[in-house]
């Protein structure tokens, strides 16, 4: 079993930036990859950033070159880095965990973004 908690998320006017985290608790010595994940009201579940335990990194279109998703291992946690935000960025953030034949996801974060 996966636990994963988030934090950081919150109010922040188009073009500032916010900072989320995702801590891993558990049997995480198989996670194979994390990401973060988004839905906005009305819209579909999308991939926004993902990371594998190799340190390899795959993006949204709509997010490369603003989000940076990062890892301290030390930490057992994953970062979102998010900068030069828009109002369509606005949506619950949630993390996610893989092992082999196990998926976790965390609770979500909000994150508004106002124009």
């Known amino acids: 079993q996966v636990e994963l908690v988030e934090s950081g998320g919150g109010l922040v006017q188009a073009g500032g930036s916010l900072r989320l985290s995702c801590a891993a608790s558990?049997?995480?010595?198989?996670?194979?990859?994390m990401g973060w994940y988004r839905q906005a009201p009305g819209k579909q579940h999308e991939l926004v950033a993902a990371?594998?335990?190799?340190?390899?990194?795959d993006y949204a279109d709509s997010v490369k070159g603003r989000f940076t998703i990062s890892r301290d291992d030390a930490k057992n946690t994953v970062f979102l880095q998010m900068d030069s935000l828009k109002p369509e960025d606005t949506a619950v953030y949630y993390c996610?965990?893989?092992?082999?034949?196990?998926?976790?996801w965390g609770q979500g974060t909000q994150v508004t973004v106002s124009s």
């Open positions: 990371i594998t335990r190799y340190g390899s990194t």
């Open positions: 558990g049997s995480i010595f198989s996670i194979n990859a």
């Open positions: 996610k965990a893989v092992r082999p034949m196990a998926i976790y």
